[in-house]
C-alpha cells in the first residue's frame, strides 16, 4: 500500500488513541487522519478534530451537546454509524484501539471492506479468533499486529515460511504484584494495582497486566494470528519489558525483537509496515548494559494465566466467557465492589457454570457474550 495512508483511528481519546496520534504527528507526509472515534468524550474528541482537520467524527454514547467541530467535518453517534466509520471507502487503513469485545463489530467491519486493520484491541481476536481469521482470508485484508508482543512477533517472521516456526514465548514484566508475599494479594487495592512498573495504559489492560490475564488474552491473541498449536505458546517473565517476543525456528534458532516499553513502537511498525523511518521515543542505547533475564511465571500467583492456558485450548465458547467475565470482573473491583482475588474467582465459576455451545456468526456470538456477561454479573454478588 503507498503512502500517504489515509487512516480511521478507533478509540482515539484512549491510551493507544493518544500514542496512535504522536505516530501520526511525526509523519503527517505518512500518515493522514480522515475518522476518529470515542464511546463518550465528545470534547477530548472534538480537540484531535481540530488538530487533524478530521472529516469524520463519532461518538458511541450521543451527547448532550455536540462538541465544536471544524468546518465540513461530520458528526455520527451509535452502533451502526461506528460500522459505517470502520469501513468508509475513503480510508485505507484502520487502527482498532478500542477496549473490550467492542472492537469486535468494528474490526469485523473493516475486514469485509478489505481494509488494512492496525490491531490493538486484543479482545476481538479472543472472542472472535475464527470470524476476524475467516474475514481477512476472505477479502484479503491485512491484519497488522499492534499488541507489542505480537507486533515483535509479526517483525521476526518477516521473510520466513510459516513451515519453519516451532514455537514462540511472549514476554510479560509480571506486573505490580510480581514480589508481593501471596498472602497479601488479598490486600490489593485498585490504586496500587493501576500503578505498572514499566508501561502507562489504559485503567482495563493495567488490572488485566496485574492479574495476567492480559498476557492470558494475549496467548489466545497469538493463537490465531500465528497459526501455532497451544503448547507451543508460552510465557516468559521479564522485568524490564525490553524484550517483547522470542520466536524459535525449527533449526532451534531464536530470533527476538527488541524496543523500550513504549506503545510507539509497535504502533508505528505496524503503521508504516514494510517501512522503517525515526521513530518517537528514543530506541534502546546499545553501549550501555541490559538486563536480558528471563523466567517461566509462578501459576500460584498468577490463576488468570492458568485459566487462560485451560482456555487456550477451546475454539469455542471457552474464550469468550473468560474475556466477558474478565471485563465484568475488572470493572467491578475498579468500582471496589470486589477484591482483586475475586477477579480470578469470577472468571473460574463462570468458565465452569457456563453452558459452552460453538457458535459461527457476529450475532450468535454477540447473544452467548450477553449471557456470560450476565452470568459474571450475578457472580459479584456472589463474590463480593
Ligand atoms: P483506554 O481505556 O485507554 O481507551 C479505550 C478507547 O476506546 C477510548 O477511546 C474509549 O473512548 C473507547 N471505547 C471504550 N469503550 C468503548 C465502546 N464500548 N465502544 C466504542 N469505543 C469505546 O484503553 P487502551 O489502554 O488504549 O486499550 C485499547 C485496546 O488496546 C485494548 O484492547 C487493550 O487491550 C489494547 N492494548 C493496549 C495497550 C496499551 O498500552 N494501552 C497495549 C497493548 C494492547
Ligand atoms: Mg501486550
Redesign the pocket.
Given at each position: 500500500m503507498s503512502f500517504p495512508r489515509k487512516l480511521v483511528l478507533?478509540?482515539?481519546?484512549?491510551?493507544?488513541?493518544g500514542n496512535s496520534l504522536r505516530v501520526i504527528r511525526r509523519h503527517p507526509d505518512k500518515l493522514k487522519l480522515i475518522g476518529i472515534?470515542?464511546?463518550?468524550?465528545g470534547e477530548k474528541l472534538g480537540s484531535i478534530a481540530r488538530e487533524f482537520g478530521v472529516k469524520k467524527i463519532h461518538l458511541?454514547q450521543t451527547p448532550s451537546n455536540i462538541p465544536e467541530l471544524p468546518n465540513g467535518t461530520e458528526f455520527t453517534s451509535g452502533a451502526e454509524a461506528?460500522l459505517d466509520l470502520a469501513s468508509w471507502d475513503e480510508a485505507d487503513m484502520v487502527l482498532v484501539?478500542?477496549?473490550?469485545a467492542?472492537?469486535l463489530p468494528p474490526t469485523l467491519a473493516a475486514l469485509e471492506a478489505g481494509k488494512d486493520v492496525v490491531l490493538?484491541?486484543?479482545?476481538s481476536l479472543v472472542v472472535g479468533g475464527s470470524l476476524v481469521m475467516e474475514t481477512a482470508n476472505r477479502t484479503g485484508a491485512r491484519i497488522l499486529p499492534a499488541?507489542?508482543e505480537h507486533n515483535a512477533v509479526f517483525q521476526c517472521i518477516q521473510g520466513q515460511p510459516q513451515k519453519s516456526l516451532d514455537s514462540l514465548a511472549l514476554t510479560a514484566s509480571g506486573g505490580p504484584f510480581r514480589n508481593l508475599p501471596l498472602e497479601e494479594l488479598s490486600k490489593v487495592t485498585p490504586e496500587t494495582a493501576l500503578k505498572h512498573p514499566n508501561?502507562i495504559?489504559?485503567?482495563?489492560?493495567t488490572v488485566d497486566s496485574a492479574t495476567m490475564a492480559n498476557k492470558g488474552l494475549e496467548l489466545i491473541e497469538a493463537k490465531w494470528l500465528f497459526d501455532l498449536p497451544p503448547e507451543k505458546l508460552h510465557v516468559l517473565i521479564h522485568p524490564p519489558s525490553l524484550v517483547h517476543a522470542i520466536v524459535k525456528f525449527k533449526d532451534g534458532c531464536c530470533l527476538a525483537q527488541m524496543s523500550p516499553p513504549s506503545?510507539t513502537f509497535a504502533l508505528q511498525n505496524a503503521m508504516l509496515y514494510p517501512e522503517r523511518h525515526t521513530g518517537v521515543d528514543e530506541g534502546l542505547d546499545l553501549s550501555a548494559s541490559l538486563d536480558l533475564s528471563f523466567s517461566p511465571p509462578d501459576m500460584e500467583r498468577y490463576p488468570c494465566l492458568k485459566l487462560a492456558i485451560q482456555v487456550l485450548r477451546d475454539d469455542g465458547s471457552a474464550p469468550l466467557v473468560f474475556n466477558a467475565s474478565n471485563e465484568v470482573a475488572v470493572e467491578a473491583f475498579l468500582a471496589n465492589r470486589i477484591g482483586f482475588e475475586s477477579i480470578s474467582s469470577i472468571i473460574e465459576h463462570s468458565l465452569n457454570l457456563f453452558e459452552h455451545r460453538s457458535f459461527s456468526t457476529l450475532d450468535d456470538l454477540l447473544y452467548l457474550d450477553e449471557e456470560a456477561r450476565l452470568l459474571a454479573k450475578q457472580a459479584i454478588v456472589k463474590f463480593a
Open positions: 478507533l478509540g482515539a481519546t484512549g491510551s493507544i488513541g472515534s470515542a464511546f463518550q468524550n458511541s461506528l484501539a478500542v477496549v473490550g467492542a472492537g490493538a484491541n486484543k479482545e499488541d507489542s508501561w495504559m489504559g485503567p482495563k489492560i506503545m
